[in-house]
């Protein structure tokens, strides 16, 4: 960047959630151009008296990241570059000091000392290695509200305060945003000593309250680990919370924590000692009715190994006698869709396997290939399908705030998420916009961004609609592609499947890298990629202009199931 398009940026499109972009290009603009990470967090440390190990997480991870992808920095090995710096005079670079300064001072002006509240307000040192452990463990997003790292600086607090008792065990740690840990602190006025007391809290005559220490396997602060003594399988194990508690959904956000890391380090342990082990089943039984038979809380961690039953299909699913085995994959859509009967389709000698599809240049075998997918929409769910194929995008940029959110829960997720399990855990966490202070106008300014998008930067497209609470890759994918067919597709693990049988196509290795059930948004870049790729290619070679990445997806879709 020049002079001219760093003034440009630091006065009209550096966009502040905290004080770290003006400080971080100051430091860089002040050491010529070059600055080490260490020297970046230090200059945050004038305005903030934590930790450096902290600040340099802080810079690797969001500002610099933030920096680097609006092209003005730069990273090489542990320095940042400002882009083009020598071609700055020492006179532009004094102004364009001047500029952040005046950036910062008015941001400070207008937050005064709520900007560090959050950090005052947290009692003693946390290191940088908990810090680290605590954000992987919430995937760098904030527990409470889900906003990313990249969105909204995080901070690592204690669940439990220390002045109240709280300790310092990795499980009394949680990640929340800057305006959710604020939000906290005014408005929660929990008695934490009887939270803390309740973590002592023993049944007489129980039999996980009562397990003796030689029993144990392994324990942290809230939960221990023993051997099930009428084992599934070799290495089936028990995870039990200290404190006496019926079932899972009375257990604290610190007991989920201590549980959570007590089977990851399970999980890795049974894997290195016995390398037979290829999966788990994670079992709770909650109530007498799901068949609980020892009423304080306990998770089964069943180590799996290849031929251990003839046919593990199903998993879980054999707990009801004869629903175990069906003979379609599970689909967040599968409630809208069932798979065709020849009597529908006209015979299997007209379906091709899709590496052949995929390579044919008949139109007319992609045709019947298209129509395939309406075969297997259910009748009850057609209107519904048909409304989404024809959704008009000037309706979406007529949508006041209540009239989106109302579309999302009503229509998209609908439609997306039929299975009624899926669509309850998904709207949930969509009805959380109407709790939230501003929390409509939150969600109506991301659809502000969604109308504005230029639909070809997939990138940009899938981040935006991944804020939406609710949505993962999958369902932002499938947002898009109802919203601009022309550019986006659906994807999800039935698309990576049928492409992976694709073949010889220049993403195999990344296909075959891809987890399915938990695509990232480069997963998505890379597929949608190859959906267009293909679209174009139709068109091209059939001379037509009317094959489009959702309907590339929605065969893909059929071959995958």
């Not at 040192?125 to 906003?147: M, N, P, Q």
């Not at 024809?390 to 579309?407: C, K, N, P, T, V």
């Not at 855990?425 to 109308?451: C, F, M, N, W």
């Not at 609609?465 to 109802?482: D, F, W």
């Amino acid at each position: 960047m020049d002079f001219v398009e760093l003034k440009t940026f630091i006065e009209k499109s550096m966009r502040m959630s905290h004080i770290y972009q003006p400080v971080m290009l100051m430091t860089l603009l002040e050491k010529s151009g070059k600055a080490s990470v260490r020297d970046i967090a230090t200059s945050i440390l004038i305005h903030d008296e934590s930790q450096i190990e902290y600040y340099e997480a802080i810079t690797k991870e969001m500002v610099g990241r933030v920096l680097r992808k609006r092209h003005v920095a730069e990273k090489a090995g542990m320095d940042f570059e400002l882009i083009d710096f020598n071609r700055l005079s020492s006179e532009q670079v004094t102004e364009l000091i001047g500029l952040c300064r005046a950036k910062l001072k008015d941001f400070k002006d207008r937050r005064g000392a709520r900007i560090w509240q959050h950090r005052k307000l947290s009692e003693g040192y946390i290191s940088g290695t908990i810090r680290y452990d605590v954000l992987k463990r919430a995937k760098f997003r904030c527990e409470l509200c889900g906003i990313s790292a990249e969105m909204k600086a995080l901070e690592v607090d204690h669940i439990v305060p220390r002045n109240k008792g709280g300790s310092d065990d990795p499980s009394n740690f949680q990640a929340l945003c800057y305006s959710c840990n604020a939000m906290k602190r005014d408005r929660d006025d929990t008695d934490f000593r009887k939270v803390v007391e309740s973590y002592q809290h023993r049944e007489q005559g129980c039999i996980f309250c009562d397990v003796t220490p030689e029993r144990i396997v392994l324990q942290n602060e809230l939960c221990f680990v023993v051997a099930d003594k009428f084992p599934v399988t070799p290495g089936h194990t028990l995870i039990i919370p200290k404190r006496h508690v019926a079932d899972y959904f009375d257990l604290g956000q610190p007991e989920l924590n201590a549980v959570h890391l007590l089977l990851e380090q399970l999980k890795r342990q049974l894997r290195e000692s016995d390398p037979m082990v290829k999966g788990f089943n994670v079992g709770i039984n909650c109530g007498e009715t799901a068949g609980q038979t020892v009423l304080h809380c306990h998770i089964h961690l069943i180590p799996r190994r290849e031929g251990d039953v003839e046919n593990p299909a199903g998993g879980i699913r054999h707990l009801i006698p004869g629903k175990g085995n069906y003979s379609n994959n599970s689909h967040e859509d599968s409630a809208r869709h069932e798979p065709p009967t020849k009597e529908k389709y006209g015979g299997p000698e007209e379906i091709l396997p899709i590496a052949d599809l995929w390579r044919s240049t008949d139109p007319a075998v992609w045709k019947r290939a298209l129509d395939r997918y309406w075969q297997f929409v259910q009748p009850r769910n057609l209107e519904l399908e048909r409304a989404m194929e024809r959704l008009d995008m000037e309706r979406i940029r007529r949508l006041d705030a209540q009239s989106w959110y109302d579309f999302l829960r009503c229509e998209y997720f609908r439609w997306k998420y039929t299975a009624p399990n899926r669509y309850a855990t998904t709207t949930r966490a969509l009805q959380k916009y109407t709790s939230l202070p501003d929390g409509l106008s939150e969600l109506h300014a991301i659809r502000d961004q969604l109308v504005q998008l230029d639909p070809s930067n997939v990138q940009a497209g899938l981040s935006i609609a991944c804020q939406i609470r609710g949505l993962g890759t999958a369902g932002a994918s499938g947002l898009l592609a109802v919203m601009y067919p022309a550019y986006f597709a659906t994807v999800d693990q039935f698309v990576v499947k049928a492409l992976r049988g694709v073949g010889r196509l220049p993403e195999d290795a990344e296909l075959a890298q891809m987890n399915p059930e938990s695509l990232t948004v480069a997963n998505g870049v890379t597929l949608i990629g190859i959906i267009r790729r293909k679209a174009a290619t139709n068109n091209k070679l059939f001379g037509e202009a009317s094959w489009t990445p959702r309907k590339i997806d929605q065969i893909l879709w059929t071959y995958g199931r």
